[in-house]
């Protein structure tokens, strides 16, 4: 009876070892196979662009456009990554990026094993983009385009403000 239970629980301690080593586990390195030749990575791009990373904002990084060679952006972006966290390898503040992007919602997802890489890198692939330069954009632009949305803003909040006063100004009339 002894050797029963002893072997009863070697047998569940051996099962939960090798059930144990049988289940995936997360990692934390991400191997990227070689990236796409440059005009394929433009031809799937929804946008692609030349800028420099203005800040970081959580998960997101605010850039400065300044080269537009495929898509309609304005002067300011928003740009997550696609899998998790990997972009912050690969983009710093102050650094100038080729961004090969994709359209999710508000912002655009870049493949951190895509081309994506700092501008003096790649500056041979802008020669072979069947499209050339769209449109140029400058500091002053970026500054413009952000000041004009913060008085929107602005010019929403006190519209709203003013717009209560006057609805409780009328409830209190009557």
């Not at 080269?67 to 928003?78: C, E, Q, S, V």
């Not at 330069?133 to 413009?144: Q, T």
Request: positive net charge; glycine residues 10%; contains cysteine.
């Amino acid at each position: 009876m002894n050797s029963w239970r002893m072997a009863k629980g070697f047998g569940l301690v051996l099962f939960l070892l090798l059930g144990s080593l049988s289940f995936p586990t997360t990692g934390e390195a991400l191997s990227c196979a070689e990236p796409e030749r440059s005009e394929k990575a433009f031809k799937n791009a929804d946008f692609v662009f030349k800028g420099i990373v203005k800040e970081r904002k959580g998960d997101s990084y605010i850039i400065q456009v300044d080269t537009i060679y495929k898509g309609d952006l304005k002067p300011r972006a928003k740009v997550k990554d696609m899998i998790g966290d990997w972009l912050q390898e690969t983009l710093k503040e102050g650094g100038s990026y080729l961004i090969y992007g994709h359209k999710k919602g508000l912002h655009i997802e870049v493949n951190p094993c895509g081309r994506t890489d700092e501008w003096p890198k790649l500056k041979t692939d802008v020669e072979k983009f069947p499209n050339g330069e769209l449109l140029d954009y400058d500091a002053d632009d970026f500054l413009d385009y952000t000041r004009s949305r913060d008085q929107r803003i602005a010019g929403t909040i006190a519209g709203l403000l003013l717009l209560s006063n006057v609805w409780i100004w009328r409830r209190k009339r009557r």
